[in-house]
């Protein structure tokens, strides 16, 4: 398994336990140590070692981040219209209506 330090900005400022380092009078706070148990998969979770450091880093470089790809319109996905039916629940899903009588 391979590592990579967490890229929260403020990992290395949270003082918890695990994080202090060095021995009595030098001691440090250090960015934590992330595994990474998949190398093939992009998500966030290979990079940030708790949400809090994640939505630190997505905070802080929120402008950067949207300058790499601007929404400049609304997205919009098709759908069926739903149908009401009188045996059970209609529910508006992705591949459309689900009419499925055991939902909930």
């Known amino acids: 398994m391979s590592y990579v330090w967490c890229h929260g900005p403020y990992c290395h400022a949270h003082k918890t336990v695990d994080r202090v380092r060095g021995s009595k ?4 706070l250090r960015t934590r140590k992330v595994k ?7 998500n966030y979770h290979n990079y940030f070692c708790s949400n809090h450091c994640y ?3 997505a905070n802080e470089y929120v402008q950067q981040i949207i300058r790499i790809a ?4 609304a997205l919009e996905t098709p759908i069926n219209d739903p149908v009401k039916c009188d045996y059970g629940y209609t529910r508006i899903t992705e591949r459309g209506v689900d009419n499925d009588s055991n939902v909930g």
């Open 70 to 73: 601007p929404r400049t319109e």
């Open 55 to 57: 939505n630190e880093f």
């Open 25 to 28: 009078g030098s001691k440090v």
């Open 36 to 42: 990474i148990y998949n190398p093939n998969d992009c």
